[in-house]
């Protein structure tokens, strides 16, 4: 009877074990795709792109003006893609990571039906938000920067206060600013919630939520992608 007690016990340690190893694995892979985009976004920043669409037609639904804000997206990422390929460059920037997985972040709005396969997901990352706010915890876990992996040049490192001067607004010692919160993934790894912010000064930000899906051929790739804040 002990042998089997003794048994059990350690393959529930190796399936933990497993499960973990599963989890940091496609962790870094979604940060390392989310990283790759924001920056590459960056040397893109000053391209002609069509401005958004209105939202003052008060006689869509809310599926509608979701539809119209994904098909917008859709244009511009291309319009950008489609730059950086004829440029063919890739600037090198000073990036600061924030060294600590961050889930305090405003998720207050409807998520469409067309996305229901992130239903579950999305309400434990809010829940997960709403417990940290009432229990004034935000940092869910550290992030280690070696583990993301990127075709850029960049410097990266982990952002610390002695890297601002207090009083003025600018980045002094970098470019940009990155923080992402902790992933939130389902049971099979195949899809995944994150939220990520970049910075370019004390006043210039945006906050996005992303929805991932892993392919057959195990990459992962951006499906939607939801602004939350911009300042």
């Not at 075709?151 to 002695?162: A, G």
Request: net charge positive.
């Amino acid at each position: 009877m002990l042998k089997i007690y003794v048994s059990t016990i350690i393959l529930l340690i190796i399936l933990s074990s497993c499960n973990q190893e599963g989890e940091i694995k496609n962790r870094y892979q979604v940060i390392s795709l989310l990283y790759t985009n924001l920056v590459d976004s960056t040397d893109n920043i000053h391209s002609v792109l069509p401005g958004p669409p209105p939202k003052t037609d008060s006689s869509l639904t809310k599926k509608q003006l979701d539809s119209i804000d994904l098909a917008y997206l859709k244009l511009t990422q291309k319009l950008i893609s489609e730059n950086f390929k004829k440029k063919k460059i890739s600037k090198k920037y000073k990036i600061a990571i924030y060294p600590v997985l961050n889930n305090k972040s405003n998720l207050n709005f409807e998520l469409n039906i067309e996305f229901k396969e992130y239903k579950n997901l999305f309400d434990k990352l809010n829940n997960n938000n709403n417990n940290n706010n009432n229990s004034n915890s935000k940092n869910v876990d550290n992030i280690d920067i070696s583990k993301i992996h990127t075709n850029r040049n960049d410097s990266i490192f982990y952002f610390n206060d002695n890297l601002l001067k207090k009083y003025d607004k600018d980045f002094h010692e970098f470019d940009y600013l990155i923080n992402f919160s902790n992933v939130v993934f389902n049971k099979n790894y195949s899809r995944a919630i994150i939220v990520c912010s970049i910075s370019s000064s004390k006043l210039a930000s945006v906050s996005s939520i992303y929805f991932l899906e892993k392919t057959k051929n195990g990459r992962w790739i951006i499906e939607f992608e939801k602004e939350l804040t911009i300042s």
